[in-house]
């Protein structure tokens, strides 16, 4: 296959080491950049736009959850993201391709099952793990989709804004991180609510916090 630039975001190098060997089967010619947290991954990125595919620990430092993921996608939408984790109950694999992972490898997948999942995500499928159903529960898989799409139609700003949100922050204080008036925090927050079609900031935090692993995750296996 053509040249193609990859990055690999995990905190184990021995999973990195594992992948990078899967991407090279997979292409003549490949340019792969390493990041051990999510920080890490987002410098990578900006400094380097022409990566393609970014394979994603669940839970390496920086990324809680899914938020990495749709932060990728709400920021570099033209990126294939790969979710990666040693965390692959059905409704966390769920979770994932419904919120627009390509594909989800669990960290105990051989060099052929990361191959296959390199090679299916090129060809434009998503990839899951033999036996993996994700047809389960229609309705929560529509409110996935639909938190995803909502999240995606929030500028890089925003989006920013909404996780300071979710974590506390009052817009004085985000005002402050983010080197903006406290006047345009509140553009922000209004244009937040609209796109999330919330009421209030509570609620709006209350969305984000859909992203994160909870116990429910863990225990909604498949009935």
Do not use: C
């Not at 191959?115 to 033999?130: F, H, M, N, R, Y």
């Amino acid at each position: 296959m053509s040249n193609i630039k990859v990055a690999i975001a995990d905190d184990h190098p021995l999973f990195r080491t594992a992948l990078t060997q899967a991407v090279i089967k997979n292409f003549n010619s490949t340019d792969i950049l390493e990041a051990e947290n999510f920080s890490d991954l987002i410098t990578l990125i900006e400094q380097n736009p022409s990566i393609e595919i970014v394979f994603l620990d669940l839970h390496m430092p920086g990324n809680d959850g899914f938020t990495g993921l749709t932060l990728l996608q709400n920021h570099f939408p033209d990126i294939v993201v790969i979710m990666v984790s040693s965390d692959d109950q059905p409704e966390i694999i769920r979770k994932a391709i419904n919120l627009g992972a390509s594909a989800f490898i669990p960290k105990s997948a051989n060099l052929s099952e990361i191959s296959s999942a390199i090679e299916t995500v090129l060809d434009g499928e998503v990839w899951l793990p033999q036996h993996t159903d994700i047809s389960v529960d229609q309705q929560t898989a529509a409110e996935h989709q639909r938190l995803a799409k909502q999240l995606a139609q929030l500028t890089p700003q925003q989006y920013t804004v909404l996780a300071s949100i979710a974590n506390g922050r009052l817009n004085k204080q985000i005002a402050y991180d983010l080197n903006i008036k406290e006047t345009t925090v509140k553009k922000h927050v209004s244009a937040i609510l609209v796109k999330l079609e919330v009421y209030n900031r509570t609620q709006a935090g209350l969305v984000f916090q859909q992203l994160m692993i909870t116990s429910n995750d863990k225990q909604e296996i498949s009935a």
